[in-house]
């Protein structure tokens, strides 16, 4: 039996109540699909760094590469400055583990309520492939005379041409293994962003040209795509862009399949150690309530099987979360709709975990 070692990392706020959940949806389908997996536990997070001043050490990160996946539930912690846990803990697993790719599915599950008028499951379902790993996130920059009138600052949009291939090689592959409607769209700003954008459709067409011939390729402008996101979702198969662009379009992506209640993410390294995590924040003001939506980590722990290769373990959960929303047991995903449903965040846990069990 294959056994997989899944490091745990819960963060802060919610963080913990969701993981929680997910790890006993885990604990059922080990059983129904045949495999196993070894919880290795990382207590990082704002409470620890207040504790103790360590944010993320250099040996957590080096046993953090040694798992078959991470998954995380929220970083973020009122009483920390922003910033510091963000860059420290979750950009910095995503920078060292070199976790290039941010895979983040938009998909509106049945039974969802979405603000988009008119639309539903059927055209409410693409896929964002942001660049993860470079891009002004990790570009040059810095402030000089400071708090004077001739202040300036500096933040650099960077792309290498390796860092734009190997993500566009993945959106492609990406693609085709969708096979969907075989359309990728790069997102960009080739009107104004001219030298970043331009590296970005250069090699978006010479690859496509060369290597994915049966993928058509489209484009459209960082601005243009918000607007054709709630107006025409269903144009949109996988898209594919750059790091700050992406992370923009994906919240409004969450927005658009009904909200951070089920919005899931994979930061992926193909080639090494990826994490799996609900792209909504850590919620402080829930903390140990039980009433925060566990959905989108629970989906996040179905897009770490579908990566590790357990595909029939994910399809039985990407089932199971679809048949639970399906069934109108939630007016909607919010902690309003949980509440005055008499749900909270272990009875939807209990309830997902049962329909695995009983498939
Ligand atoms: C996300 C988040 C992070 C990002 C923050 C918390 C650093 O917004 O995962 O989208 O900007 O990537
Ligand atoms: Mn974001």
Redesign the pocket.
Known sequence: MKTYKIGIMGGDGTGPEVIREGVKVLDVLQQKAGFKCEYVDFDFGGDRYIRTGEVLPASAIDDLRKVDSIYLGA??HPDVKPGIL??GI??RV?FELDQYI?LRPVKLYPGVWTPVKDKGPDEIDFVVVRE?SAGI?TGGGGIIKKDTPNEVAIQEMVYTRFEVDRCLKYAFEYTQKRNKRNTLTLCGKTNVLTYVFDLWERAFHAMGEKDFPGIKRDYAHIDATTMWMVKNPEWFDVIVTG?MFG?II??LGAMVQGGMGVAA?GNINPEGTSMF?P?G?SAPKYTGQNVINPIACIAAGQMMLDHLGETKAAAMLDQAISDFLGSGTLPGLSVSDIKKAGMSTSKIGDAIAQRVQDM
Do not use: A, P
Request: net charge negative.
């Open positions: 970083i973020g963000e860059k979750l950009l995503r941010n993860n996130y790091n992370d994906t919240d993410g995590e792209i924040g």
